[in-house]
């Protein structure tokens, strides 16, 4: 698995670090996604996935 | 195909906790449907999770009020000039599309992530704890909303902003008129007024001596305008004090009312966070909107959305559509997984200070019902006056007592 963030899209909700903050964090600056695992690892890609899907702005995709 | 067309939004509520059960029978009819505007226009009404879920993400759709056209349920005989609904204020960035949104909103988004929101946690916890404390000054019986679920947000946000919470016979009453569906829009636009007027001093205060708050911070990014610096920040009051204070009062309505429900708050202090999204979930206080309008012919669920076309998402209903929420939706279950409800909106309006909301009411209710184990209902519940004339739902007031 593999995410890919979009911080163009991105409107700093914090859905992502909310659901799995091993995961994603945000910037201090603009409140951006801060991706910190690209390739999470098993235990992690239920969380992958229902942080892109919670993404109000989609700006998270998995692949 | 044969359309379902409304001929008005329905708006009579047969319990407190429920959306119109006319609306959900549209719903269970058409996710998407017609609905008539007191203008004449014939838009659209959005019942569906997944379709309400769709509009908000989608950018083919704006939240530039001079697109709407009105919905009927405010404002009744007294309709806002073409001229005066057109004026979208400097730095309401709410009420703006992309680009100007994303700029306005980008500056204050490093100020509301989860990571500050939970910094927050302690010292919100302290307010919670002093305004409980205060509440049992009052000998074993009083209104919950004016004593505690009010003055929790209310404490927050002023602190946030650097406002001080003296200073809220400047901005309570007018919040309140202005999202009165009661007000005509005259009484309306005189007490948005009397904030922003407010919000203009507040700035030049902040600009002459600046204090470790956010609007301080705000000025200090050498981003903004004065003017939108000011309609930001009021942006932020109103947002910030009205809603958690609602689910706050509501919540606390609803607890009482589905004691089991409440057991399993008090016995299973883990059960919290999720608590907190099963009643947004449950209760949507966001009972009349959001409204989007097209930019361009959209199609959604086989319907064509033509540009122009304004549409009304119908968030209460939205939030127990059983495609997204299966087993029994209509029914409070704490322990439901109740992530992604669409309370707090959906796309690039979602509410930007959700985190601290969510911080706000977790530590709220999990206190309340710590100090005061055996608060109960003070009235009837058909005695408790609900917020079916505000913009935001809730309850007016909520009699409570406990015993010392």
């Given amino acids: ?63 | 195909m044969t359309e379902l067309i409304s001929e008005k939004l329905p708006t009579t509520r047969q319990t407190p906790f429920d959306p119109p059960a006319e609306v959900t029978a549209i719903r269970e009819q058409a996710r998407v449907s017609r609905l008539k505007f007191s203008d004449g226009h014939l838009g659209w009404l959005v019942t569906g999770h997944h379709q309400v879920r769709e509009i908000l993400g989608s950018p083919k759709f704006s939240n530039r009020p001079e697109n709407h056209h009105l919905l009927d349920v405010r404002f009744q005989g007294d309709l806002p000039e073409e001229k005066d609904k057109r004026k979208v204020e400097p730095g309401m960035f709410l009420s703006q599309d992309p680009p100007d949104h994303t700029r306005l909103r980008k500056m204050l988004q490093g100020q509301f992530t989860v990571r500050r929101m939970n910094q927050l946690s302690e010292w919100i916890g302290q307010i919670v704890d002093d305004q409980l404390a205060h509440l049992r000054t009052f000998d074993g019986r009083a209104d919950l909303v004016k004593e505690f679920a009010m003055p929790v947000p209310s404490l927050v946000i002023c602190a946030l902003l650097g406002v001080g919470y003296e200073e809220k016979s400047r901005f309570q009453d007018d919040t309140a008129k202005l999202l009165s569906l009661d007000s005509t829009f005259k009484e309306a636009m005189e007490a948005f007024q009397r904030i922003q007027e407010f919000m203009r001093e507040l700035v030049a205060r902040k600009k002459e001596n600046p204090g470790d708050d956010m609007i301080s911070d705000l000025i200090a990014t050498g981003e903004p305008t004065d003017e939108e610096a000011s309609n930001m920040a009021m942006l932020l009051l109103i947002a910030g004090h009205e809603t958690t204070a609602n689910m706050l009062g509501l919540g606390t309505f609803t607890l009482l009312q589905h004691p089991d429900q409440l057991k399993i708050l008090k016995d299973e202090p883990g059960v919290v966070d999720n608590a907190v999204e099963e009643l947004m979930r449950y209760l949507s206080i966001i009972h009349f909107g959001p409204v989007r309008t097209a930019l361009e012919d959209v199609e959604i669920e086989g319907h064509l959305i033509r540009a122009g076309d304004t549409v009304v998402m119908h968030v209460p209903t939205a939030n127990r559509d059983p495609e997204k929420f299966p087993g029994n939706p209509e029914e409070l279950d704490l322990r439901r997984p109740a992530s992604g409800h669409v309370a707090f909106g959906h796309g690039i309006h979602q509410c930007l200070g959700q985190q601290l909301a969510r911080i706000e009411m977790r530590i709220g209710f999990a206190k309340l019902f710590q100090e005061f184990p055996d608060l109960r209902l003070d009235v009837e519940p058909e005695e408790v006056p609900l917020r079916t004339d505000m913009g935001i739902y809730g309850v007016h007031s909520l009699p409570v007592a406990w015993s010392s």
Avoid at chain 1, 16 to 39: I, K, Y
Wanted: with cysteine; proline share 5%; glycine share 10%.
């Fill in chain 1, 1 to 63: 698995m593999k995410i890919s963030v979009d911080q163009t899209k991105c409107c700093g909700s914090g859905m992502c670090v909310l659901t799995d903050p091993d995961l994603f964090d945000q910037s201090e600056d603009d409140g951006t996604v801060v991706l910190l695992q690209e390739n999470p690892d098993a235990e992690h890609e239920a969380g992958a996935k229902e942080a892109a899907g919670l993404c109000p702005a989609g700006a998270i995709t998995i692949s």
